[in-house]
């Protein structure tokens, strides 16, 4: 029985969503944060979408958003010239710190002890988060605008990505390792620590580049724009929307694009799977989160799975007959087949 | 005539069917619901620190709560098999036998709870109704 993806959407954002991340799995579940260019982030329940909290204190669009391993702490990124450390089950603002510019990108380390920020500044901020009040770290290099940084290698090393470039750095020495021009702007970054592969997303490129050479592996051509694209944990799939409003779904061994979905009503600009792959998230700018099933129709979070055969009944010109041919029913005219949902038995 | 009499595939395609939407924002609070189960058992303890950060005093505060914290837990173990009776919200006097607490003292296992509305052999008390208990020991 071919069942259709049913997106669930989860509204509440008022502008564009412009950064998701998931957290690890905890005792709790999973969770979700959203960076809107309302200000005012949200924190999900990462398999069903309810909405737990909003981060509130931020004074303009934030760009950038992240949650610690267990989701304790969150982390966001804002056009206010700020980046703030939120307590995630309280909801409070814990820290507030101060840059010269539009911060775009935060990442906590593995144990939540340090986060790395950037921004249209061009610099690479390392803060102590048991230190707040000290001066950060601060890593130059950059000649445009940083899109995204990230922790790499076991937090020994830092990815980070403008316009043109791709860079490694070293977190001791704070020094420059690596770095390779990109032949247009970089849209997104993901970092997947098995197997150490950075995911990049420019134009309609999807682009596969190990995180310790930043030499490319391989890459795939979208049929439009990809802002953003994300790697399955067990590494078969690829999802990526962009600019056409669609999400693509590809084998990441083979490149072939297995499933498109149409839905969000502006150009998509982060998806994200989630720690266990059962579903992926997507934030547009139409404002709203889509959930989209990995395995479209098996039973998880609120997808219910419609056992066929089992709820389903056969038409033979005017009979009815049930699943298992143990009751039938005749009617006066041809019975017509519906598309309709089904949900009862007979 | 004949449509489907098959396990053949029919043509449409069947939308997954799905329990509920996702919930959204109240419209009237910041959400983070302090009764749900994980802010009550990550979030800071409800009387923080009044050390003024020097180590001598923290230790001494330390050391303060460790006591105090054997001796409610002790305190908890005399009670196994005891009538307590519990004052709760909304003017509400209950009594039963304690038969234990959850890890995080959010629950109380009672037996034989004495209510206005009759008694319940087994019952569970959720801690944050009581507002204090008192028993002989």
Not at chain 2, 50 to 68: F, I, K, M
Request: one cysteine or more; charged letters at 20%; aromatic letters at 10%.
């Amino acid at each position: 029985m071919a069942m259709r993806q049913t997106p669930l959407t989860c509204s509440g954002h008022t502008r564009p969503v412009v950064d998701l991340a998931f957290s690890d799995i905890t005792p709790y579940g999973y969770f979700l944060i959203s960076a809107c260019k309302d200000g005012k982030p949200m924190l999900r329940q990462g398999d069903t979408g309810d909405w737990i909290g909003t981060f509130l204190g931020h004074k303009g669009a934030v760009w950038g958003a992240t949650l610690n391993r267990d989701a304790t702490k969150a982390a966001t990124a804002a056009a206010d010239f700020t980046a703030k450390v939120w307590d995630a089950v309280s909801g409070d603002e814990l820290i507030t710190l101060a840059h010269k510019h539009i911060v775009k990108s935060v990442n906590f380390t593995e144990d939540s002890n340090y986060l790395l920020t950037g921004g249209q500044d061009k610099l690479l901020r390392i803060y102590d988060l048991s230190k707040p009040e000290a001066e950060p770290q601060v890593v130059s290099g950059h000649t445009s605008g940083i899109k995204k940084a990230l922790w790499s290698s076991d937090d020994k090393q830092i990815l980070s990505a403008d316009d043109k470039t791709l860079r490694l750095w070293d977190r001791n020495t704070m020094t420059e390792v690596k770095a390779i021009n990109v032949a247009m702007s970089v849209s997104s970054m993901e970092y997947v620590p098995e197997g150490e592969i950075l995911v990049v997303t420019y134009g309609r490129t999807i682009a596969f580049h190990s995180a310790e050479t930043l030499e490319q592996i391989k890459s795939f051509e979208a049929p439009a724009t990809v802002n953003s694209a994300s790697l399955h944990p067990e590494k078969e799939f690829i999802v990526a929307g962009g600019e056409d409003f669609k999400l693509y779904k590809y084998d990441y061994n083979t490149g072939e694009e297995l499933e498109s979905y149409k839905g969000h009503f502006g150009p998509i600009h982060c998806v994200r799977f989630s720690p266990d792959g059962e579903l992926y998230a997507s934030g547009s700018e139409d404002g709203t989160l889509r959930l989209w099933q990995t395995t479209v129709g098996k039973t998880y979070g609120l997808w219910k799975c419609v056992v066929p055969g089992k709820n389903f009944v056969y038409i033979f010109g005017k009979t009815l007959l049930h699943h298992n041919l143990s009751k039938s029913y005749t009617t006066n005219s041809q019975l017509k087949v519906r598309p309709a949902r089904v949900t009862s038995f007979l | 005539m004949c449509c489907c009499l098959c396990p053949q595939e029919p043509a449409m395609k069947v939308p997954v069917s799905v329990i509920r939407l996702p919930r959204g924002p109240d419209g009237t609070s910041r959400g983070f619901d302090p009764n749900s189960p994980r802010y009550q058992a990550l979030s800071p303890v409800s009387i923080s620190t009044a050390g003024c950060g020097n180590e001598a005093s923290l230790e001494r505060e330390q050391q303060g709560r460790v006591a105090l914290r054997e001796r409610y837990l002790r305190s908890l173990f005399a009670m196994v098999g005891r009538t307590i009776h519990f004052t709760m919200y909304e003017r509400v006097n209950v009594s039963a036998f304690f038969d234990a607490s959850d890890i995080d003292i959010l629950n109380f296992q009672v037996s034989d709870l004495q209510t206005p509305l009759g008694v319940h052999r087994e019952a569970l008390l959720r801690c944050s109704d009581i507002i204090s208990y008192t028993f002989e020991l």
